[in-house]
């Protein structure tokens, strides 16, 4: 797996020492920072304060299982990418996941690479950057569509209210520096003077 270019925060809760270790060592060598619990009643106010782009929630736990540790995390964050992890599958747990909004599954016993396979899986889902690449695609999409609903918003004004049309600044490179909105004048003659609107 290649190296996070931005830092991404994952929060691991396992009762499991050998679990949490194993799921640390793997992310943290793959670039994320990573805080882990062992107690699950822990996890709501850790969310609230941590800022975490995914968590990894075991589901059997004692005290205070996955199923209620998710609901008590969708009641501070309903975004958070959350894996569960069981070596206990059932439908139940899986519809009760579903329903907390849970992006995937970890199945006990798993290798380095299913949970490799399943970050990426949820990073992609959650369009969060993992190389040079794919950071520069995002932030030109993200351009393009703000430039698009900015041209839209123009284009709706002007053919809202035909007494405005566009003016645009040059730039010295010989594109658009910035466009106005301005008021034009009909055949009954000139109107009074009004500011542009700048976008």
Same mark, same amino acid.
């Given at each position: 797996? =290649?190296?996070?270019?931005?830092?991404?925060? !994952?929060?691991?809760?396992?009762?499991? &020492?050998?679990? *949490?270790?194993?799921?640390?060592?793997? @992310?943290?060598?793959?670039?994320?920072?990573?805080? =882990? $619990?062992?107690?699950?009643? @822990?996890?709501?106010?850790?969310? *609230?304060?941590?800022?975490?782009?995914?968590?990894?929630?075991d589901l059997?736990?004692?005290?205070?299982?996955?199923?209620?540790?998710?609901? *008590?995390?969708?009641?501070?964050?309903?975004?958070?990418?959350v894996v569960?992890?069981?070596?206990?599958?059932? @439908?139940?747990?899986?519809?009760?996941?579903? %329903?907390?909004?849970?992006?995937?599954?970890?199945?006990?016993?798993?290798?380095?690479?299913?949970?490799?396979?399943?970050?990426?899986?949820?990073?992609?889902? %959650?369009?969060?950057?993992?190389?040079?690449?794919?950071? $520069?695609?995002?932030?030109?999409?993200?351009?393009?569509?703000? !430039?698009?609903?900015?041209? &839209?918003?123009?284009? &709706?004004?002007?053919?809202?209210?035909? =007494?405005?049309?566009?003016?645009?600044?040059?730039?010295?490179?010989?594109?658009?520096?910035?466009?106005? @909105?301005?008021?034009?004048?009909?055949? *009954?003659?000139?109107?009074?003077?009004?500011?542009?609107?700048?976008?």
């Open positions: 797996m =290649s190296s996070p270019v931005q830092s991404l925060r !994952a929060l691991v809760i396992d009762d499991d &020492a050998a679990i *949490r270790e194993l799921l640390e060592t793997v @992310l943290r060598r793959d670039g994320f920072e990573v805080t =882990s $619990l062992e107690d699950p009643t @822990l996890a709501e106010s850790t969310v *609230r304060t941590g800022r975490f782009h995914f968590v990894l929630l059997m736990m004692p005290g205070q299982d996955g199923i209620e540790t998710l609901q *008590r995390i969708r009641k501070v964050d309903r975004d958070l990418a569960v992890i069981t070596g206990y599958p059932s @439908l139940d747990t899986a519809v009760q996941s579903m %329903k907390l909004d849970a992006l995937d599954y970890l199945r006990k016993p798993f290798t380095v690479e299913d949970l490799r396979a399943v970050v990426e899986r949820i990073l992609k889902k %959650k369009g969060l950057s993992r190389t040079p690449e794919e950071q $520069l695609h995002r932030a030109i999409g993200e351009t393009i569509r703000a !430039a698009s609903r900015s041209r &839209a918003d123009v284009e &709706a004004t002007r053919e809202a209210d035909e =007494s405005v049309r566009v003016v645009a600044v040059p730039d010295r490179a010989g594109g658009v520096l910035c466009q106005y @909105l301005v008021p034009v004048q009909d055949r *009954r003659g000139p109107r009074r003077p009004s500011a542009g609107t700048l976008w």
